[in-house]
């Protein structure tokens, strides 16, 4: 079958500024630019474009201007995949998650400018677009599966790698969120040393942001410790699946680098594109985590 080209332009264009969405509201947090317009939404310090810019209203105001037009593309996305693309299976479903997703992260996001949130709340936001994300990514991949078919149509995972796919991109949502709750409740800094709050001292952490603070690392040890025991099983059993092989194999890539950004983070007191390469490196490990589960569900092997 062949796919247009145009589907299939509008579909990187879709992926990447939902990426571009999710480094904004990275962006926006990190510079403490949420109440740069105010508390007016959708206008901006209560004019439709703001004529006093600071950089704190260029931020806020530009994160939604690149989400309201991105919010077209998605849309345009869903609605031309699903009539072009509705014999494949995942695609109705992606068209939906990606649209309902959307609309819900920026309801959040409004209602954060409007009444504001509480800290476990706002960090519920970052994860909500990261599922928008990867339901975009997904439909990106379908389109150019159609033509390029990879070698996905003949994919057999075994039990041991069904368990770690699964249970590692459910994990993985644990760690993206504590990691959002570090900067909603502003504990990037309250452990100024790596990889203990404090080198010098093998104490348990004595307040709640320290709590937090450790907490997230603890979780981003051991979900980097999963995916290593799931390559190195990936290595040994699975060269002969490419997709399966060179998926996981970039995985352990991404969350090396997801690893060694957060600590570098800490090292560097919140250098700003460190900060923002760190939350990249986490959208794209997810999005590739999704497509895992994507492939796990066209699997015909049980063994």
């Known amino acids: 079958m062949h796919i247009n080209k145009y589907l299939k332009w509008l579909a990187i264009a879709s992926t990447v500024g939902m990426l571009l969405i999710l480094l904004g509201g990275a962006l926006v947090t990190k510079t403490d630019s949420g109440m740069g317009c105010g508390r007016h939404w959708p206008g901006c310090n209560g004019q439709l474009i703001p004529d006093e810019i600071t950089a704190e209203v260029l931020i806020e105001f530009s994160h939604r201007l690149v989400t309201g037009a991105v919010g077209i593309f998605i849309v345009a996305l869903a609605i031309w995949a699903w009539r072009s693309l509705g014999h494949v299976r995942e695609t109705k479903f992606l068209s939906f998650m990606a649209v309902f997703f959307l609309v819900l992260q920026a309801l959040i996001g409004a209602a954060q400018v409007k009444w504001g949130q509480g800290d476990f ?76 709050c404090r080198n010098d001292e093998w104490t348990l952490p004595t307040n709640l942001y320290e709590w937090v603070q450790m907490g997230h690392r603890t979780a981003a040890g051991l979900i980097f410790i999963w995916i290593l025991i799931a390559a190195i099983h990936v290595i040994r059993n699975y060269k002969d699946q490419r997709t399966i092989y060179w998926g996981w194999i970039i995985a352990l890539v991404l969350v090396t680098c997801q690893l060694c950004s957060g600590m570098f983070v800490v090292l560097s007191k919140l250098n700003l594109y460190i900060a923002l390469l760190h939350s990249l490196f986490i959208s794209l490990l997810f999005g590739l985590l999704c497509y895992m589960i994507l492939l796990l569900s066209r699997s015909r092997g049980n063994n």
């Open 121 to 196: 709340i706002l960090a519920l936001h970052f994860g909500i677009s990261l599922i928008s994300f990867a339901a975009v990514l997904l439909l990106t991949l379908l389109v150019f599966e159609v033509d390029r078919k990879f070698d996905t149509d003949k994919i057999r995972i075994g039990k041991t790698l069904r368990f770690h796919t699964i249970g590692i991109t459910l994990y993985s949502y644990v760690v993206i969120y504590t990691g959002a709750l570090v900067r909603h409740t502003e504990s990037s800094l309250v452990c100024r040393d790596w990889p203990l």
